[in-house]
C-alpha cells in the first residue's frame, strides 16, 4: 500500500496555495512561489526556518548582485557567468549555499526583464516572502512522534526480555534453538528510534534535550553488552551449581523489563553472587575451570549492564518514565 507522509501532504498543499496566493496579488512569475515553497518544506521545524533563511538571505544577495552586475555588464550571456563566480563564493563565505538554487530562479528572472526597476524588485520580494512564509506556516505544525517511541520502547524492551530468558535456558538447560532473530531486530529498532528522537529534537527549537535520547543511548550500550555476553554462554558446553544461580539472575532481570527501578536491588544479588563465586570450591578439571571463568566474565558484564541502567537513566516527565534495569 502507498504510503503518504506528512511532508508530501504538505507539499502538496504549500505548493498550490503559495501560487494561488501570488496569483491573486498579481505578482509577475507567480509560479516560483510554488517552487520557493516546495524547497522550503522541510522535515523538521528546525530545518526548515535553517532553510528558509538560507534561501531568503541568498535571493536576497542575488538581487543585489544582479542589480550590479547586469546594469554595468548588461543583460548578457557573459553577465550571468560573471555574476556567478561572485555570487557564489559570497553565498560560500556567508554560509548560505543551500539558498544558491533557490536565488538562481530570481537571478533569471531579473535577467530575463532586461531592465530592473524597483518594482521588479518589489514583485520579486513579495514572491520570496509568499514562498517562504507559506512553507513556515505549513511547518508550524509537526506531528507528534512520542506515541511512535512509546511503542518503539515497548518493542525493544520485550525482545531484550526474549534475549535474556534465552540465555536463562542455556545457563539451566544447555540447549540452544533460538534464532537471534531479536538481535538484528533490536539493532534496526535502536537505531530507528535514535533517527526519530533527533527529528523530534528539532521540531522543538527551543528544546537541548530528549528524555528518549538518554533512554535510547542508555539501550543501545546494555545491548552492546549483550551481544558480549552471548560468545560467552556459547562457549559453556557443561552446568555447574553456578551455572544455575546465574540463571536465576538472569531469570529475575528477565522479569524486571518493565516501569520500576530495580538497578540497585539486582546490584546486590550480583555482589552477593560474587562473594559465593569466591568462597567455592575450586575447580576438578580444565572444563570446569573454563565454564566458572566465563560465568564470572559473565557477571561482570551484567553488573555493567546495570549500572549503565543506574547511572544513565532518563528524566522522564511523570506521563512517561522509563526506569526498567
Given at each position: 500500500m502507498?504510503?503518504?507522509?506528512?511532508?508530501?501532504i504538505?507539499?502538496?498543499i504549500g505548493?498550490p496555495?503559495?501560487i494561488?496566493?501570488?496569483?491573486l496579488?498579481?505578482?509577475?512569475?507567480f509560479?516560483?512561489?510554488?517552487?520557493l515553497?516546495?524547497l522550503?518544506?522541510?522535515?523538521?521545524r528546525?530545518r526548515?526556518?535553517?532553510?528558509?533563511?538560507?534561501?531568503f538571505?541568498?535571493?536576497?544577495?542575488?538581487?543585489?548582485?544582479?542589480?550590479?552586475v547586469f546594469e554595468l555588464v548588461?543583460?548578457?550571456?557573459?553577465a550571468?557567468?560573471?555574476l556567478?563566480?561572485?555570487?557564489?563564493?559570497?553565498t560560500?563565505k556567508?554560509?548560505l549555499?543551500?539558498g544558491?538554487?533557490?536565488s538562481s530562479?530570481i537571478?533569471l528572472h531579473?535577467?530575463s526583464s532586461?531592465?530592473?526597476?524597483w518594482?521588479?524588485?518589489?514583485?520579486?520580494?513579495?514572491?520570496i516572502?509568499?514562498?517562504?512564509?507559506t512553507?513556515?506556516?505549513l511547518?508550524?505544525y509537526?506531528?507528534s512522534?512520542?506515541a511512535?517511541?512509546?511503542?518503539?520502547?515497548?518493542?525493544?524492551?520485550?525482545n531484550?526480555k526474549?534475549?535474556l530468558?534465552?540465555i536463562?535456558?542455556?545457563?539451566r538447560e544447555?540447549?540452544?534453538?533460538?534464532t537471534?532473530r531479536?538481535?538484528?531486530e533490536?539493532?534496526d529498532?535502536l537505531?530507528?528510534a535514535?533517527?526519530?528522537?533527533?527529528?523530534d529534537?528539532?521540531?522543538?527549537?527551543?528544546?537541548?534535550?530528549?528524555p528518549?535520547?538518554?533512554?535510547?543511548?542508555m539501550?543501545?550500550k546494555q545491548?552492546?553488552?549483550l551481544?558480549?555476553?552471548l560468545?560467552?554462554i556459547?562457549?559453556m558446553?557443561d552446568?555447574y551449581e553456578q551455572?544455575?544461580?546465574?540463571?536465576d539472575?538472569?531469570?529475575?532481570?528477565?522479569?524486571?523489563i518493565h516501569?520500576?527501578?530495580?538497578?540497585?536491588i539486582?546490584l546486590q544479588t550480583?555482589?552477593e553472587l560474587?562473594?559465593?563465586?569466591e568462597?567455592?570450591d575450586?575447580?576438578?578439571?580444565?572444563q570446569?575451570?573454563e565454564t566458572?571463568a566465563?560465568?564470572?566474565?559473565?557477571?561482570?558484564e551484567?553488573?555493567q549492564y546495570?549500572?549503565?541502567?543506574?547511572?544513565?537513566?532518563?528524566n522522564?516527565?511523570?506521563?512517561q518514565?522509563?526506569d526498567?534495569?
Amino acid at each position: 500500500m502507498l504510503k503518504i507522509g506528512y511532508r508530501t501532504i504538505k507539499t502538496a498543499i504549500g505548493t498550490p496555495f503559495a501560487i494561488w496566493i501570488a496569483e491573486l496579488l498579481s505578482l509577475d512569475n507567480f509560479v516560483s512561489a510554488g517552487i520557493l515553497t516546495l524547497l522550503c518544506i522541510q522535515p523538521t521545524r528546525k530545518r526548515s526556518f535553517l532553510s528558509s533563511w538560507y534561501r531568503f538571505g541568498a535571493c536576497l544577495l542575488a538581487m543585489v548582485y544582479s542589480f550590479i552586475v547586469f546594469e554595468l555588464v548588461g543583460y548578457h550571456p557573459v553577465a550571468i557567468g560573471l555574476l556567478l563566480i561572485l555570487f557564489i563564493p559570497t553565498t560560500v563565505k556567508l554560509e548560505l549555499t543551500p539558498g544558491i538554487v533557490t536565488s538562481s530562479v530570481i537571478l533569471l528572472h531579473l535577467y530575463s526583464s532586461q531592465h530592473i526597476t524597483w518594482n521588479l524588485l518589489l514583485n520579486e520580494l513579495v514572491l520570496i516572502v509568499v514562498g517562504i512564509g507559506t512553507a513556515l506556516l505549513l511547518n508550524l505544525y509537526m506531528p507528534s512522534l512520542d506515541a511512535n517511541l512509546m511503542k518503539m520502547q515497548k518493542k525493544i524492551e520485550g525482545n531484550f526480555k526474549i534475549i535474556l530468558t534465552e540465555i536463562v535456558i542455556y545457563l539451566r538447560e544447555g540447549r540452544q534453538t533460538w534464532t537471534g532473530r531479536e538481535i538484528t531486530e533490536t539493532e534496526d529498532l535502536l537505531n530507528e528510534a535514535e533517527e526519530m528522537v533527533l527529528r523530534d529534537l528539532e521540531n522543538h527549537i527551543f528544546r537541548d534535550s530528549h528524555p528518549y535520547y538518554d533512554y535510547v543511548k542508555m539501550r543501545k550500550k546494555q545491548f552492546e553488552l549483550l551481544r558480549r555476553m552471548l560468545p560467552l554462554i556459547s562457549q559453556m558446553n557443561d552446568l555447574y551449581e553456578q551455572s544455575y544461580r546465574m540463571a536465576d539472575l538472569f531469570d529475575d532481570l528477565a522479569e524486571a523489563i518493565h516501569p520500576g527501578n530495580t538497578a540497585s536491588i539486582h546490584l546486590q544479588t550480583i555482589r552477593e553472587l560474587k562473594q559465593q563465586f569466591e568462597g567455592d570450591d575450586l575447580p576438578k578439571t580444565r572444563q570446569e575451570f573454563e565454564t566458572r571463568a566465563n560465568l564470572f566474565r559473565l557477571l561482570y558484564e551484567i553488573e555493567q549492564y546495570l549500572v549503565i541502567k543506574k547511572n544513565r537513566a532518563p528524566n522522564f516527565k511523570q506521563k512517561q518514565r522509563v526506569d526498567a534495569p
